[in-house]
């Protein structure tokens, strides 16, 4: 679950949602290898694993929303491992890249990202270098099976990382109105105005490319773990229309 404070309450993003909108933009990417359809595939269902966990998402000792990138290491590992088999049952190489995502979490996305990782990681580093190894060994494999290079995996992988980035950049920070400018690895992102930026270089195909964001609003309040389970059940689905411009 992606937590953001928005003041009097917490925005909640559930990462199948966040990857919906990761997909959205993939839909609109300009630069598409050979087998782009599986990238989108692997951008939509890339965190599918975290459904389980967010059927009933935590507060912490501060009442705070758990936050993904604070999600006990043990537990996320097992359910990324059951969303890769169950990616793969739907298209192979989609697989091999949501493989390469969970690993490259570890990793912070194969060196590309180095502000990435885990808080906890490090508490368990045997349990990650062992998941991160079993992964790896069957990349190979993987793409035999599916009949790519290791150029294209490697281009595939990184655009799943920009879609997954590009996705992260709205559901993390406040869009409530115009704002500086800022950084996501290369591309500069200039608030406009209300869920709406501008953004150089420019990967999209058309001039202007409108997506929806779905998110939950929770108040802030000293929540015990079962009642903020209701609120949170309970939370009315607001639709966010996200538009990107050159």
């Keep these: 679950m992606i937590v953001r404070d928005a003041g009097d309450s917490w925005q909640l993003v559930l990462q199948t949602d966040h990857a919906d909108l990761a997909a959205g933009f993939g839909a609109a990417w300009?630069?598409?290898?050979?087998?782009?359809?599986?990238?989108?595939?692997?951008?939509?269902?890339?965190?599918?694993?975290?459904?389980?966990?967010?059927?009933?998402?935590?507060?912490?000792?501060?009442?705070?929303?758990?936050?993904?990138?604070d999600v006990h290491v043990p537990a996320h590992l097992a359910?990324?491992?059951?969303?890769?088999?169950?990616?793969?049952?739907?298209?192979?190489?989609?697989?091999?890249?949501?493989?390469?995502?969970?690993?490259?979490?570890?990793?912070?996305?194969?060196?590309?990202?180095?502000?990435?990782?885990?808080t906890r990681a490090p508490e368990v580093q045997e349990l990650v270098d062992a998941f991160v190894a079993e992964q790896e060994a069957a990349y190979?494999?993987?793409?035999?099976?599916?009949?790519?290079?290791?150029?294209?995996?490697?281009?595939?992988?990184h655009r799943l990382q920009w879609l997954d980035?590009?996705?992260?950049a709205f559901c993390m920070?406040?869009?409530?109105?115009?704002?500086?400018?800022f950084d996501v690895g290369s591309y500069r992102f200039e608030p406009l105005g209300p869920w709406r930026a501008r953004v150089t270089p420019y990967p999209f195909a058309e001039p202007s490319v409108a997506v929806t964001l779905l998110r939950?609003?929770?108040p802030k309040e000293q929540w015990?773990?079962?009642?903020?389970?209701?609120?949170?059940?309970?939370?009315?689905?607001?639709?966010?229309?996200?538009v990107v411009e050159a």
């Design 30 to 69: 300009a630069d598409r290898g050979p087998r782009h359809d599986s990238v989108v595939v692997a951008t939509r269902r890339h965190d599918d694993g975290w459904a389980t966990w967010e059927r009933s998402p935590l507060v912490d000792e501060a009442s705070r929303p758990v936050q993904f990138l």
């Design 79 to 118: 359910f990324y491992r059951a969303g890769i088999a169950a990616i793969t049952d739907e298209d192979h190489y989609a697989g091999l890249l949501v493989s390469m995502h969970g690993a490259g979490i570890y990793r912070q996305r194969y060196g590309t990202d180095p502000a990435l990782g885990l």
């Design 140 to 157: 190979p494999e993987r793409m035999a099976a599916v009949g790519v290079s290791d150029e294209l995996r490697w281009e595939d992988y």
């Design 165 to 168: 980035r590009f996705s992260l």
């Design 173 to 181: 920070r406040d869009w409530d109105a115009a704002g500086e400018p």
């Design 216 to 218: 939950r609003r929770v």
């Design 224 to 242: 015990t773990q079962a009642a903020f389970r209701e609120a949170f059940a309970s939370a009315p689905v607001e639709a966010v229309d996200v």
